[in-house]
């Protein structure tokens, strides 16, 4: 049993690296083409900048499978013996949390990397070393008390219940909606400076737009996410009474005031369409096939490991493993994702123009370096928002400056948001 776990994870992890390298080998022959969304300068720099992401991206997997083997291979036996507890409770905590430490702090190096060299090279990184370290330390101490309690519950359910693992489901997919719900809480507690929207038209106009579409705010409110970073972006945060919309300040330093209602026509589209609760659901399912699968984990594999059949054992062989299903959930996941962009895409050209939303895809391809054109196969599984092309075909708007835009639209371009 134990070969046939680290054969499919291998698998996992050689079809991750085909796919960057078939993506890697494809931008390297685009980028030198006639551009198009952007100057050739951009474009050139965008079709790096995705080059690089790759390469990194290949670092991280095989890092990935070495520690995967060194759990697999003695690991998960080491930090059992470690750490002994007379309290059953107490000592499943400490395993448990121990094992997601050494991870975490095994990533930091890479999270570093990935900030202060990649982000830099390419204009994107506006933190200095003390924010992240105080990021770093705020997630860490976030992850030992959430993660305590979440291991608590767990272990609690497991030893009590004889379903446990549907028990599990249902408390943890308890806890992703509540995270839902406290998301913008959280990240204005603890990272972002959350201020109300002070440009009073722009704000009414907002307002006007979530009329339309039944959707009930706690305000709107702009983030000073430009400390840490370049890249646009905003956000529908919270659930029921929580909900708020979020702008980047960098969204509103680049984007007109027409082209940021159609963005936020769009967004408000994945609401009208009941898009965020479609998308809980699918992580539901995702969780409860998971959970499913791990309730009824051979014996077998646990001799074979030398260790205890025991309610710890079983959380760190699911936390080990659960990246293989979520991986080959993903093309499923990202159709439906997809057909949803297509969909919100229609509310926001109906809510804001279809020329200003077209504008502001545009501007959002630029401003972020999202290279235009991606490998068939790469955006098979990565991918959850549609080509730019074929979003802007459906706009019925036409891609000025690109050569053979016909043919490029069967190459699967792909914007990343």
Known sequence: MLMTVIAVYSLYILIKLYTSVMQIGYVNVAKRQSPFLMSSKDYLEAGNYSVAKEKFSM???????????????????????????QDATLNAIAIVLGFILINSIISLPLDWYSKFVLDDKFGFNRSGQGLFIKDTLISLVMTVVIGALIIWGVFAIMENLALWWLWSFAFIFGIIILVNMLFPTIRAMFFDKITPLEDESLNA??????????????????????????????????????????????????????????????????????????????????????????????????????????????????????????YFMMPLMGAVSRHNEFEADKTGAELGGKLYLAEALKKLVAENKSFPLSHPVYMFFNYTHPPVIERLKALGVSVQGSQNSSALEGESPSLEQ
């Open 59 to 85: 670092v991280s997997t095989l890092v990935e499978y070495i520690i995967f083997i060194a759990w697999m291979g003695g690991g998960i036996t080491l930090i059992e013996n470690a750490l002994l507890f």
């Open 205 to 326: 106009k907002i307002k006007e737009l979530m009329d339309k579409t039944g959707f009930v705010s706690s305000g709107v409110f702009v983030s000073d996410a430009s400390k840490r970073d370049a890249r646009l972006n905003a956000y529908f945060g919270g659930l029921g009474k929580t909900k708020r919309v979020v702008l980047f300040d960098t969204l509103l330093e680049k984007l007109t005031s027409y082209e940021l209602l159609a963005v936020l026509g769009h967004e408000l589209g994945h609401f009208a369409h009941g898009d965020i609760y479609k998308n809980i659901a699918m992580v539901g399912a995702m969780m409860f096939g998971m959970f499913a699968i791990f309730g009824n984990i051979p014996e077998s594999l646990f001799l074979e490991l030398g260790i205890a059949t025991s309610s710890t054992s079983i959380m760190l062989l699911f936390i080990l493993l659960m990246p293989i299903l979520s």
